[in-house]
């Protein structure tokens, strides 16, 4: 293996650690779902073409910016949503300049404190929206938010050896490390909104599958 190739070997794995999987895995069916480019995506996540080239080829392992990974999981909340293949191009499109406006600078809290909402709560339906779908995005953003706080000071290994250690003791606190720390965030909304938001009904609801690490 030459050195370029074993680069990208120790990326990518790194990459899994980190996110789950490598970058190009969690790209790649984005661009297919939105019919995009990857400088079109680029531009959204607040990337450079080349940046994003790089990381989805395992030249590069990390996001260095939480904004740009907060950017990405929302994408990827807004492709997995149930409704997203009746969406209107236009309401994709202004889904998506609103992502590209997100900044840490602008996450429910921060926007919380200015205007006077309840992050936590799930508001109420955008008129173009059912009220479930505007449950769904109550708990999508802070549990996105907590995810890249989690795996920005700390890798998917470290998070699952501190929920082991306080497992026996404080079992509802490492399921908490584990879910938001090494798990899918499909898992991490369905965890917000049920012990949060108190949400116990739909099939949003979905179960923390066990972490990779465990099978290791």
Do not use: C
Request: charged share 25%; net charge neutral; no cysteine.
């Amino acid at each position: 293996m030459s050195v370029a190739e074993d680069t990208v070997a120790r990326n990518r794995a790194l990459q899994t650690e980190w996110y789950g999987e490598p970058l190009g895995d969690r790209v790649r069916p984005l661009l297919g779902r939105l019919g995009m480019s990857q400088s079109g995506l680029a531009g959204v996540l607040g990337l450079s073409a080349p940046m994003l080239s790089q990381l989805m080829s395992g030249q590069r392992a990390k996001i260095s910016n939480p904004a740009v990974l907060h950017r990405l999981m929302a994408v990827e909340e807004l492709v997995a949503g149930p409704a997203f293949d009746a969406l209107p191009a236009a309401e994709v499109q202004a889904r998506l300049e609103e992502i590209r406006a997100e900044s840490p600078a602008t996450t429910s809290g921060m926007r919380g404190a200015a205007s006077g909402r309840v992050p936590a709560g799930p508001g109420p339906a955008r008129p173009e929206e059912p009220a479930g779908r505007a449950g769904g995005r109550g708990a999508a953003e802070p549990a996105r938010l907590v995810q890249a706080l989690l795996r920005e000071v700390a890798s998917a290994a470290e998070i699952e050896a501190a929920a082991a250690l306080i497992a026996d003791r404080f079992p509802d606190l490492a399921e908490v490390l584990r879910v938001y720390g090494t798990g899918r965030t499909r898992e991490a909304e369905a965890h917000f909104a049920r012990t949060v938001l108190k949400e116990t009904s739909d099939d949003r609801t979905v179960m923390p599958e066990r972490s990779r690490l465990d099978s290791v």
